[in-house]
């Protein structure tokens, strides 16, 4: 279970559809798992953008009185996820401006790692910010652009820019999709059932509007979305794959293909890795809910152990705002998550988990668990140690607070409190995946850093 890591966001694109906005709608509503503190949708019908965006889930922000002022063939969509301190709703997305050649919204999943120095000599010459997201300069680049059409302008913008990017941007007729030149964030290609065309985050978005699935954007590559016709597409930069390597351990929704690979197949593939490299006997495989569920499945089929849920959920959990003390922050874990106490009674058991962060987490699990009765609370993790914070696109801890930077494998088990702790390889998780290191972001694991 993942504590204080989260994925920024997620982006829908929605084009040629009488109903684009609840389209959108829909498919946040599939994408709400890559972020849950604000929502937005922009949308346009040919003539002027409307854009609706608040703090809150998806259900939260829109209704069908609010949907119906969206009209329109077009529109994008955003959830995000926001750092502490920073819940400004001028920070939630889409983005959205009038320029000197009409109007504009885009919305973008990523991490620009120079955003720094352009906002900075964008401010030097004169333009003036909202916002401290890093998609807005983007709208400042468009702006102030020399290029006469939008799309010279957009490709001027992006060549101005680095780190990650899957973007997505509105104009009053035009739609346009990209991902930067690694590829770190997922984006898909779909079609809708009445020939018009979707784009988001995850391909489980497409299951619930029943668009069918075309392929992914390439690396690199920039879609035009006009009326009446195929996308077109340009190659913006030779693509140099370094896919985000997380999206399989832990932010993309099972039911998602992700850079041409089923999700729950590849966390299932994490499992059966850790039961051959990672052995240990015990008479259960429990899950840590929801992330472990998949890899514990995989790892039960390859170990013979029989797989049990001996650990349920409570969805319902939201944030407390009860003071954060330590017996606080335990009753919280117990909130969320609570032991099958006659089943695991007296029993040896393999805890599967798709990652540790902090470790504070993990142990409340290991003594939730043993005050329960377990004889034995074995932890294995379906991911390599993780080591160092994420710069493009993932809200990270800093390196001195993720324990793995700080201790030893033996010296987390002991902190969590577990009878044994093991972590999958680095090759292990790549075999999961079907791929070469060259193609992957591994950076969290190994400090190698792309850009």
Known sequence: MLENMNEKCAVVGIFGHEEASKLAYFSLH????????AAGISASDGKKLRTIKDRGLVTQVFDQEKLSTLSGRSAVGHTRYSTAG???????????????????????????TNAKEVRDALIEKGAIFQTFMDTENLIHLIAKSSK???????IDAVQRIEGAFSLVFLSRTKMFAMRDRFGFRPLSLGRLQNGGYVVASETCAFDLIGAEFIRD?????LLIFEEDKAPQSIKIFKPEPKRCIFEYVYFARPDSNVFGQSVYEARKNMGR??????????DMVVPVPDGGVPAAIGYAQASGIPYEMGIMR??????????????????????????MVDLIKGKSLVVVDDSIVR??????????????????VHMRISSPPTTDPCFYGVDTPDKEKLIASNMSVEEI??????????????????????????????????????V
């Not at 009038?98 to 504009?104: A, I």
């Not at 006469?148 to 957009?154: C, V």
């Not at 954007?217 to 590559?221: A, L, Y």
């Open 86 to 112: 920073d819940d400004s709703i001028l920070d939630a997305q889409p983005v959205f401006a009038r320029y000197d050649l009409g109007e504009m919204a885009i919305v973008h999943n990523g991490n620009l």
């Open 30 to 37: 599939s994408l709400q798992h890559r972020g849950q503190e």
């Open 273 to 282: 890795e850790l039961a051959a490299i990672k052995p240990v006997e015990a």
């Open 314 to 339: 409570n969805h319902y959990v939201g944030r407390t705002f009860i003071e954060p003390t330590q017996e606080m922050r335990d009753l919280k874990v117990k909130m969320k998550l609570s032991p």
């Open 217 to 221: 954007v390439e690396p690199g590559e």
């Open 413 to 450: 088990c002991e902190y969590i409190e577990a009878d044994s702790l093991a972590y999958l390889s680095e090759d292990a998780l790549l075999r999961s995946v079907n791929a070469q290191n060259e193609s992957y972001c591994t950076a969290c694991f190994t400090g190698k850093y792309i």
């Open 359 to 376: 470790g504070t987490t993990s142990r409340r699990i290991v003594r939730m668990l043993k005050e329960a009765g377990a004889k034995e």
């Open 148 to 154: 006469e059409k939008l799309l010279d302008r957009i």
